[in-house]
């Protein structure tokens, strides 16, 4: 009987779903409940073993060739497909860069000659999730925090809002190494402490990385506002609250760090502190809003949708609403707002692939083939449509092509 | 023999323009043509699993999504997991005062000795698998969410397709006038009604909106512990570990469960212009035979260089090549020279190739066993070009003057050679393999500039 089913499953199932996101790739097929992976987006050259981000590309050149390898990784040893004629949907950001959009459809249509892409905006999707049409999308990623509200499933462009502060900012440039290297010490097991500031090498982006999940966390508010105080407005230290415990680190097998309790608490402040032009992963919400249309704004707000692996830190969902709570009741915003509180929606799927379950279901609607672009139109097109440059002559062409 | 070390010094121009090495490259023999992994069309063949080397067909392994069913990996270290077996004491259901041994079973890391009773996973009475897989606890909210989507999306389909037959129906009005009003109005109703009948039963089904999930208005706070407990690292997992369960993600030790292992595939490569198979694998995993690979190697006659020299600038200098046949008849080779290359990027001498043609021996698989030297006397060789012959190989000289003043010494010449199309012999048979001449461009990184 098995046998069976999957013949009859199998014409539905054959959509790949990408999303290929700044530090994490997440790849499925349609229809199903979860991605089959989600692994680094990086790509290691064969010859010289040296790992590199797809996002970091100096050259379309280098682009498209780390592309066709993370590609071909996927197809060959996740999802074991041929890709020969298989329609695709990516999950991208609204804000991709043109370059990088045509760089994979480049990959996608003529290195693997797939069927079909439909290039989906990963916020609309997101809402998706819900079963709802309208909502305010916030994407905590790895580079930036982007959000934008999504009305009747339309994407108001006008408002959205971006800052590059997300999980790269408490890690990698960020609170994390400069700390460590400041004041924290290596311990080995010949009792010989020594300071991280010798070793930098030893502190590895996956390293950073690891510390941030396993013992880092957003702060309450209350404490957050301490800590800010003192940080950022000069208070005296003594107000500062009593700090967590230490952790002690594994760095290898022989090497031990100590991550202090400031590291764990003050590192994510990143994301609540606000900036010269007042800018924080709360106050982009509230500008988003501010820039809406007056009549959407209550809706918007009480839609509030929260995607991204950043924000699985634990406690970042508290501390925002009571950011947003207290922000909202400040002069800029509690005027103009006209909101009455913020209410939140939980997507079934963990914030990490929120979007891309979102293309999945996308996916395994029969409607997937008059959405989606065909190799063919591509082919003779040469180029992808884009919503920041619509040009009508694109549009007839595409239309002639369908009618054909 | 300065190739077996880096294969890279000797390289093939490929026909979409890439240079790799003789053993990475495949001949099309339809097309006559080399291609390289990157310019063939790669499909999925066999999926099978890497550990028990059971196959599984295409449909099955999908709906195992890739996976498994028997083997595990540890959801640690990756490393494959072990059955081990146990006797346990168990209550006899006849006789409550005795207890019989009894068999069970459970899984256990020889990596990182990590095991299923670790997390509190109960022992099996079976050996072979029955570990419980977990369900996504929003599946069901995922399907009736994707169900009315589904019916909304059928819907639009087949409203686009009413309208599509309404503009064709509009022409219809027309016949009328020529009196084929019957034949028209059967037309015009029956589809109409049928159109009518599923916009009904839509109408009933479709509107029916996804129940929305409440909106959250607060969440719960950090516990308090986080603030004055010490973490306790070895029971947080790292985030590969969660990743690699992407719809559980378990953020604690206790929550792991052993991973299904996931399948591999045996890849067939296929040429993009005459769609003939390069290299097709056996279907059984256990065998590492193919039935077809059409590998350069086997073609074409490989260059190798046989001793590194040093160079100095626009000083002549030696160099020893051997040229080996991979093919069952003697194989003339013709050296040129490529006139008027001056991207020194690809030649940074100039090299004297001989002139006369060189005929190689046929490939014999004995001869590798005939350790008595003898040259066979049916070449007449130039020993000032010819330094050796043995079997399908022979050693040849050519003087190189570099023109550049340092950094690596490289040429760059044209090989054609003959090539007997043993494809086309199997169509027509007894017959010669029909003679073709095949050129290749090569590009040899010969050493550096002495200093």
Known sequence: MPLFEGLSYSDDKNVYIIDLGSAYTKCGLAGETGPRCIIPSTVKNTRTGQVSRIWDYNSTAELHENLKELLSVLIFRYLLMSPKDKRVVVVESLLCPSEFRDCLAKVLFRHFEVGSVLFAPGHVLSLLTLGSACGLVMDVGYRETLVIPVYEGIPILKAWQAIPIAGKAIHRHGRIKSQLLENAVVKTAEHQDQPVATVPESLTEEILEDIKVRCCFVTEYSRGQAIQDVTLRGASASKLPKLPPAVEYPLDGSRIVSVSGKIREHTCETLFEQDDDGHSVAALILDSLMQCPVDTRRELSENIVITGGSAMIPGFFHRLKRELDASAAKPPYRDALGTKGFKFLKPPARE????????????????????????????????????????????ADDHAVLRR | MATFMDVNLVRYLCSCGKRYPACRLYLCR????????????????????????????????????????????????????MTRATSQMMANPDDPGKSTPKKMYYMACSFCRWTTRDVGLPDRVVANGGWPDEDNADAKRINTLLESYRAVAQREKAEKERKKYVKRRSHAGFQDKYGLTSVAMKWKIQPAVANLSIKEKENEKVPSPPQMVEPVTDFDPLPPEIFTEPVQLEKVTHLTHRLAAPEFQPAETVDLR????????????????????LSKPDFNPLSIKFKIQLIALNHIPELRIMSPATFTPNKETVVTFTLSNPSVYNTVVKLLPIEGETDTDYMTAKIELPKADLVLAHHDDTAVYDDSSKISPEFKDDPRVIVFRRANKLGFVAKVTPICKSGDVKVSFQMKHEFRNTAAAIQSEDKEPKLEWLQQQVFVRLGRIGQ
């Open chain 1, 352 to 395: 990490n692939y929120t979007a891309w379950l979102g293309g999945a279901m996308v996916g395994a609607l029969e409607t997937l083939p008059s959405k989606s672009l065909s190799r063919d139109a591509y082919l003779q097109r040469g180029r992808l449509p884009d919503w920041c440059c619509l040009d009508q002559d694109m549009w």
């Open chain 2, 30 to 81: 339809h097309c006559l043509k080399l291609r390289c992994s990157d310019c063939v069309q790669h499909e999925v063949d066999s999926p099978y699993c890497p550990n028990c080397l059971e196959n599984m067909p295409a449909s099955e392994a999908k709906l195992k999504k890739n996976r498994c069913s028997n083997c595990f990996d540890c959801p640690i270290c990756g490393h494959t997991l």
């Open chain 2, 258 to 277: 052993p991973i299904h292992k996931h399948l591999l595939v045996r890849r067939s490569l296929r040429c993009r212009e005459c769609e003939h198979n």
